[in-house]
């Protein structure tokens, strides 16, 4: 090679390193379709950047963008493609068909930028409708791909293939193929979790209930006295609270900045190990308190309020999560339901409870649901909610399974101050009543 072209590729091969990969590409259309299901957007809407749920023949915008940020063809194609390449037909389907449909009516104006072409789209497309039991749509489809490419073999086969199918049971022509969702096995809880979602934390019925309330939270600290905390009961079994303004505006940013470098994709306690997984997407990391004296002033802060002991090792480090479009934490339990749970080796026992705190707002989406409790809380920013996650008996609670729903538009952070059952003897006695 000469020097100049060797040149080029060291200079390349250093700026690849930025730019976004495979997994990256995936991830994001992953994160497309993962929007698509739980906020029942339709994929027409999704590429020209508005957000529409679509019940029958119902049509509601969930959230209205200022802009418009449309996608193209080629961006549809991408998406589809991935779904294409995991055998998942039910979301290539829509997306491919989005992307046909921009390419039919571009075409002729390639743009550097694109991979696919019209008659990729409609080869993928074709093929997933055949997949799915659709012969005639993969036949017209396939038919369509000839009129700009007469001499392809193999789709001059698929053609005469198709058309010897529907000879042969012309019932194929018009049966209107279902194809079932994939399901993830995660979610045994699924539709409740999206009904979740979909009312964005929205509770209509909650000033109806008089036994949930708000008031100046003193707990009989000093600390509160003078600056009490306004606390908002939202349930009371299991007992979770919101606490207003828990922090400040430059409180949260400041939180966020040093949590910022040290960012890394989530994992979530796997047996023995901790993994990454698609049930739970976003970045996190861990704040000891010796990085800033302020990390101090929010551990003193828990403590009045919760009346818990928050120093290590009786609570956790204070983990930072960022979630990005299309994030998401489905439907889990803070507290080990294993004894081997990674969580047991700081040996100060179970998170008793959970003290996470919304250090952002979100545009759209994000809001926390609890599932089995029915009721969800939008990011309220600069709040804290605060629940038990252990009966006083030490038994996990299982109505306390709760989620963080996808981020539809914004940026979302939390703050999570997990406390252990060790330490709370006196402050939150045990009882042997399982109600408790
Ligand atoms: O992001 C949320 O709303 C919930 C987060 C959560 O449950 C967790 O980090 O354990
Ligand atoms: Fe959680």
Redesign the pocket.
Known sequence: MKDNEVALKDGYEKEEQDLPAFEDLEGAARALMRLQDVYMLNVKGLARGVFQRVTGSAVTDLYSPRRLFSLTADDCFQVGKVAYDMGDYYHAIPWLEEAVSLFRGSYGEWKTEDEGSLEDALDHLAFAYFQAGNVSCALSLSREFLLYSPDNKRMARNVLKYEKLLAESPNQVVAEAVIQRPNVPHLQTRDTYEGLCQTLGSQPTHYQIPSLYCSYETNSSPFLLLQPVRKEVIHLEPYVVLYHDFVSDSEAQKIRGLAEPWLQRSVVASGEKQLPVEYRISKSAWLKDTVDPMLVTLDHRIAALTGLDVQPPYAEYL?V?N?GIGGH?EP?F?HATSPTSPLYRMKSGNRVA?F?IYLSSVEAG???AFIYANFSVP?VKNAALFWWNLHRSGEGDSDTL????PVLVGD?W?A?KWIHEYGQEFRRPCSSSPED
Request: aromatic share 10%.
């Open positions: 983990q999560v979630y934490y889990h803070d959970t996470m994000g809001a926390t990011v709760h989620a963080g729903c979302k939390v999570n």
